[in-house]
């Protein structure tokens, strides 16, 4: 394809985890332009999000002098620099160009420090996608945490932390959760700090964001004995079968909690009964992608009818997270239905 | 040290994207990983291709990737320029020989090695601009080319249109629009050219001047105006003076409750100098620095090349500003002072209409900016 996708290379995608952790530096070992490409587009999804602060990054800002001559030095330096910047943990991440001419990063994060240095395998294309980039680094940091006891309590991980809507879909979560009695331990990793990480293994079940995360629950599962439900809640069904798996991996008796929520779905739908016998047509990329089912679940449930020439309404990837994500995407399916 | 915390501008890779996606009939291929690819895909808002580079690639050897990726465009262009990015740039493959044994010399693909580690942003733009085939032509002896224009610029269709609408004021046509016109690498240009932006300056055509600030439009604008007498000045004898005129009540309004502002400009450095100029000018403004994301020129108001997130801040914390220009990281970086977004990334904000900042109206517009944002800081002070 010579359009590729839109999500960019393994940097961004362990970037979209180090920026997250509080007091986190994060080591770009490469040309300026790599870092600048990410601070910016990190700096754009905070801002976006109201955030304040801009990511920690530093750059070895790596020049035509050190692709011929090697850039390890100016990557001592910039760990160097960061300690004097008092962190709790610093990240290292490597680009297509030091994995390129080969620069030996891990060796140099392998040195003794007083905190943690961590190398976390990227390497622009050299690594993968940015979901490579994603896992490896929430994988790379999940080392550091330790087996606890278990209480009643979860994880969440993988969340997609460069999400617009990152924020209300971890609400949505947690208010069903809380709809159930079990609160939220760790959010792996959004906004969470080093011993926050490092507690991991005391919650008792890992919620992933998507089946995407897979393969690290499976690790989570063998280190820390921790068990995981794949997905966050998508859809009205989807939520439903979200609550009766938490409450049957928690053992915990959730009757009440799907009763309340069957109720707060039926509520919604009355809300939007203005949209019944509308023809709507979602995007041909979904259909092909296979991932419009909740929508096919939602038109079904208001009674829409989908016609190719029907009003567009968006069905985005990933779906909106629960009960309340729903509305709000029914919101703009009544806009697509009234523009 | 030479490390960069938050590097504040983006590399020649992204400069030689901005500079030839604004051809309509170039389909721009960057020749690397897909995170080269998704920075200038996402600032730049035109279609843009890659090759994906993998790790198999570089083992292999990059060449079925680009053919590959080639082949995928077809002939939906005229024209189609493969950017090499750090990697095959450091691999050192002969790209311009593959491409030439399998389609041909005159195929219309061009190469252009554009690395990120070579340098930044204005030096990949300024490349791309020339390795571009521009012949002066006799027909367009009437009109003047417009150059500075990047898709990079949030400014940049405002630009367009209030220079192209200056140019026709002073009854001259339009020639090229370097860069965003329906072209292709091969493009007819005027004898003269003025600049939208002076730190993007083409070198093609004699030189007109810049449209940044008022001083400066004044000088091009008498530059225009003998060029083409024919206008009988109603750029030097309306509608600059009348702009003035709005300007100075305005500032002499504001000067009457408060003092001027001590400002600090950020961008890129002959640009912010033609706006401190104008800053200085009208509302006798302090201008306690430029933090420049180029290699400072000269100029009149002090500059320093400022590449990173943590000079900039320290660099406002020790001025103490009333007011900056600049990019949303320097909003983010010194809340408390007024902000005028000038710079590169512009976020956390909704923009949609085409507004300038060059030519007379851009100067109005830049002016009622600063005002309402100084004023609006000392209701909240």
Not at chain 2, 73 to 83: A, Q
């Amino acid at each position: 394809m010579p359009i590729p996708r839109d999500d960019g290379c393994t940097l961004t995608g362990a970037l979209s985890v180090t920026t997250e952790i509080e007091r986190c530096a994060t080591i770009i070992h490469g040309p300026s332009g790599c870092a600048h490409h990410n601070f910016s587009l990190l700096h754009a999804l905070h801002a976006a999000r109201d955030h304040i602060t801009t990511p920690a990054l530093i750059s070895t800002d790596m020049s035509e002098r050190e692709v011929i001559f090697g850039g390890e030095h100016l990557l001592e330096e910039a760990i160097f620099e960061a300690f004097s910047r008092h962190p709790d943990i610093i990240c290292v991440l490597s680009t297509c160009v030091a994995a390129t001419i080969g620069d030996d990063v891990d060796a140099l994060c392998r040195i003794p420090h007083d905190i943690p240095v961590i190398h976390v395998p990227t390497g622009g294309f050299l690594g993968g996608g940015f979901l490579s980039g994603h896992i490896n680094a929430l994988q790379t940091l999940s080392h550091l945490a330790k087996r606890g006891e278990g209480s009643l309590s979860v994880n969440l991980v993988g969340e997609k932390t460069l999400e617009y809507e990152v924020q209300e879909h971890y609400r949505e979560v947690s208010r069903i959760l809380a709809s159930m009695g079990v609160p939220v331990h760790t959010r792996f990793v959004c906004g969470s700090s080093l011993p926050d990480i490092q507690r991991l293994g005391n919650a008792s079940l890992n919620i992933l964001r998507d089946p995407s995360m897979v393969p690290l629950g499976t690790t989570l599962d063998r280190e820390l004995g921790i068990p995981f439900v794949d997905s966050f809640p998508l859809g009205m069904e989807g939520t439903i079968r979200f609550m009766e798996e938490v409450g049957a991996a928690l053992s915990l008796d959730v009757t009440d909690a799907i009763a309340e929520e069957e109720a707060l779905q039926r509520e919604m739908v009355r809300a939007f009964s203005s949209l019944k016998g509308k023809r709507i047509r979602f995007s041909t990329r979904y259909a092909e992608e296979g991932v419009f089912h909740p929508g096919y679940e939602l038109a079904e449930m208001l009674d829409l009818e989908i016609h190719e020439h029907g009003n567009p309404v968006p069905v985005p990837d990933p779906f909106p997270v629960g009960t309340h994500g729903i509305r709000r995407l029914l919101n703009r399916w009544m806009r697509g239905c009234h523009a | 040290m030479p490390e960069c915390a938050g590097p504040l501008w983006p590399c020649g890779l992204t400069g030689a994207a901005a500079c030839l996606s604004g051809l309509q009939k170039i389909a721009v291929v960057i020749h690397g990983s897909e995170g080269c690819y998704f920075y200038p895909a996402t600032t730049l808002h035109v279609p843009l291709y890659c090759t994906s580079l993998t790790d198999q690639d570089i083992i292999l050897g990059t060449d079925e990737a680009l053919i590959r990726t080639i082949d995928g465009i077809g002939k939906k262009v005229r024209d189609m320029y493969v950017i090499c990015s750090c990697v095959p740039s450091i691999t050192g493959e002969d790209v311009r020989a593959t491409l030439e044994s399998r389609y041909g010399e005159n195929a219309g693909i061009h190469v252009l090695d554009s690395p990120g580690f070579s340098g930044e942003y204005e030096k990949g733009y300024l490349a791309a601009l020339s390795s571009l085939n521009l012949r002066e032509s006799g027909e367009m002896n009437t009109c003047i080319n417009i150059d500075g224009i990047s898709l990079m610029d949030p400014f940049w269709r405002g630009n367009l249109q209030e220079v192209e609408r200056m140019i026709r004021l002073a009854g001259a046509g339009v020639g090229a629009r370097l860069c965003s016109c329906n072209a292709g690498c091969e493009i007819e240009i005027a004898p003269s050219t003025i600049h939208a932006n002076p730190d993007l300056v083409s070198e093609k055509g004699s030189s007109l001047g810049s449209l940044l600030g008022i001083r400066e439009i004044r000088k091009t604008v008498r530059t225009l105006e003998d060029r083409f007498p024919e206008s009988e000045g109603v750029l030097s004898g309306l509608h600059l003076p009348e702009a003035e005129e709005h300007i100075v009540a305005a500032c002499d309004k504001y000067l009457r409750r408060f003092d001027p502002p001590d400002v600090v400009l950020a961008g890129q450095c002959a640009s912010m100098q033609a706006i401190a100029g104008m800053l200085d000018e009208y509302l006798g403004a302090g201008i306690l620095g430029i933090a420049s994301r180029n290699v400072p020129g000269e100029g009149q108001y002090p500059a320093m090349w400022v590449r990173d997130y943590a000079g900039i801040l320290e660099m406002l914390e020790r001025e103490e500003p009333d007011l900056v220009l600049g990019s949303s990281f320097e909003q983010t970086a010194y809340p408390s002072a007024a902000w005028v977004g000038i710079t590169p990334p512009l976020r956390g904000a909704v923009r949609l209409h085409a507004r300038p900042i060059a030519g007379i109206e851009g100067a109005l517009a830049l002016m009622e900016s600063v005002l309402n944002a100084c004023i609006d800081r000392q209701k909240v002070t």
